[in-house]
């Protein structure tokens, strides 16, 4: 009885303390790191500080010798402070203590172990590498000798797998094609490089992917669900709770007492049990059910997941259909799952959503329920582009998706190398089938791309008039846009994608309206680019 005043007390004193800031803050006098700008570099000599030229035109300091023998602790240029030089050299210490473990010897051997580390570029590549796998391409006599001697890259399980299971009799040398082209870009010289993407293509039979992706999911409203609040719509009322026999006699009784009934309409409050049951949905969601989605169903690799927290990376071709599955997995209900019979799970041995459960490998888990909704952002970025930016505009995306979308809802963003982003922000369901259907439209053989380059053209708010989408014209040229630039079967296709289009227009505000269609066209269009459709040899 008293666990909901407990609760609620402790919740409020957490909040205080998160709120209060109970430390000084640290005064930096000198100069700052060159990643973090917030602390002074660490450094053998005070004075060196104290420069009245910039310190990356020095010499001498203890940061361009790190970067003469140790390129992998700071590059040139870099001076870093207290925590950036602890990440960049906890790899390097843990390995030491991983070995030492493992060679279990008394004279201070180490056993000599590989970093495992999944760049940006080998996902880039990864969803190319693995059609190159399955279409048993063969590598040349003269690239094999560039690519026996290069570094063994840490590939995404699925692939690694997939390598495994076929016995490709060049497995060896495909996991050494990424760090083939990291070297060839680290060699400060451009010819190198542009060599080694030439070979890539031939080898490839087409364009090289240099673009990968990052999602980052959060469970909406959890402090409500956690705290039983109404609103969340995850709370049940104390007669829902009692077994169908008790509700039955409940009722008779409740029909003849208002206050007994008035009773039974009250939502359950708060108990260990209820936190009990969120979290142990919460760990095998994060635990068992993400990892599963990401790197077994898809060709990702998962970064983080903890709760209702996930942050992974993944191949372009893989984005969308993985972000659907988390959101649908983290409810326990997957459309295409519900007609599915109990009965039969124990003959399958893939993941099923149903009714607010997941069956995986003989286990029944439970899920967060129908009712529970999580937003997800998303970011696509070239392998070269600064983590750091790339991160920021992840959260960013997040944060989209939840206060532009409402929550349960996804925000996309895609940062070209040229210059420029793209956005695209809505709910769960339609939007997605639509984009997803829109793209898949535009990789098919004879359509051109240059159907959604037509549309964009026209497609401005000074050049339609208001009522475009409410009287059929934006239907009309969106269709004949998409039929023009189409042929064979494709052609019977654009009426009905057109129509999709013009239905998910009008659900959106007249002034926004605009602007989302181009946004929608122009993802969706990147997206296509025949390097990313699993067109590829």
């Not at 796998?133 to 026996?148: E, H, Y």
Request: with cysteine; charged share 25%; aromatic share 8%.
């Amino acid at each position: 009885m008293l666990y909901p005043a407990v609760f609620d007390l402790a919740e409020r004193v957490l909040a205080a303390a998160k709120a209060s800031r109970p430390f000084a803050q640290s005064q930096q006098q000198g100069w700052r790191c060159s990643l973090t700008g917030e602390h002074e570099w660490l450094t053998t000599d005070v004075k060196q500080l104290h420069w009245n030229q910039s310190y990356r035109q020095q010499q001498g300091t203890l940061w361009t010798k790190v970067a003469d023998e140790k390129p992998a602790w700071a590059k040139k240029g870099e001076h870093l402070s207290a925590l950036p030089s602890i990440k960049r050299l906890w790899p390097t210490l843990f390995r030491r203590e991983v070995g030492l473990a493992l060679a279990g010897a008394d004279d201070g051997s180490v056993k000599q172990i590989d970093r495992f580390v999944v760049s940006t570029h080998t996902m880039a590549l990864a969803h190319q590498l693995n059609q190159f796998r399955a279409g048993q391409a063969v590598i040349s006599d003269q690239l094999a000798a560039k690519l026996k001697d290069k570094t063994r890259v840490a590939l995404p399980a699925q692939l690694a797998i997939n390598l495994l299971k076929d016995q490709h009799p060049q497995s060896d040398l495909i996991v050494r094609i990424p760090g083939w082209l990291e070297d060839a870009k680290d060699s400060d010289n451009e010819a190198d490089y542009e060599t080694a993407q030439r070979e890539l293509q031939n080898l490839l039979g087409g364009a090289v992917e240099t673009y990968y992706s990052l999602i980052m999911m959060d469970g909406d409203r959890m402090g409500a669900i956690l705290s039983g609040d109404e609103t969340t719509q995850t709370a049940i009322s104390y007669r829902d709770s009692f077994y169908p026999k008790v509700q039955r006699g409940f009722d008779q009784r409740a029909a003849r007492q208002p206050e007994l009934k008035a009773y039974g309409e009250q939502k359950r409050a708060v108990t260990p049990n209820r936190h009990l049951a969120i979290s142990g949905a919460l760990n095998d969601f994060s635990q068992i059910v993400v990892r599963h989605v990401v790197e077994r169903e898809h060709l990702g690799r998962l970064i983080y997941a903890g709760g209702d927290d996930v942050l992974a990376m993944l191949p372009v071709t893989d984005l969308f259909s993985t972000m659907q599955r988390l959101r649908h997995a983290y409810s326990g209900t997957v459309p295409e799952d519900q007609d599915i019979d109990w009965g039969e799970l124990r003959k399958r041995n893939t993941l099923v959503c149903k009714q607010g459960f997941a069956w995986l490998n003989g286990r029944l888990m439970r899920m967060m329920g129908k009712n529970a909704t999580a937003s997800c952002g998303a970011v696509i970025a070239h392998h070269q582009a600064p983590l750091s930016a790339v991160m920021r505009e992840l959260r960013a995306a997040e944060q989209r998706a939840k206060t532009e979308g409402g929550r349960d809802a996804f925000s996309v963003t895609v940062i070209k190398r040229s210059g420029g982003a793209l956005y695209f922000t809505e709910k769960w369901g339609e939007p997605v089938n639509v984009l997803i259907a829109l793209r898949d439209f535009l990789v098919q053989d004879g359509v051109s791309r240059r159907a959604v380059y037509h549309i964009l053209d026209w497609l401005d708010e000074h050049q339609l008039p208001e009522n475009a989408f409410d009287n059929g014209m934006a239907q009309t040229l969106l269709q004949y846009q998409l039929d023009r630039q189409a042929q064979g079967a494709a052609k019977d296709q654009a009426p009905d994608l057109a129509l999709r289009l013009v239905t998910l227009a009008l659900a959106w505000s007249d002034e926004k309206r605009i602007e989302k269609m181009r946004n929608l066209l122009a993802v969706a269009e990147f997206l296509a680019r025949a390097v990313r459709t699993g067109d590829q040899p």
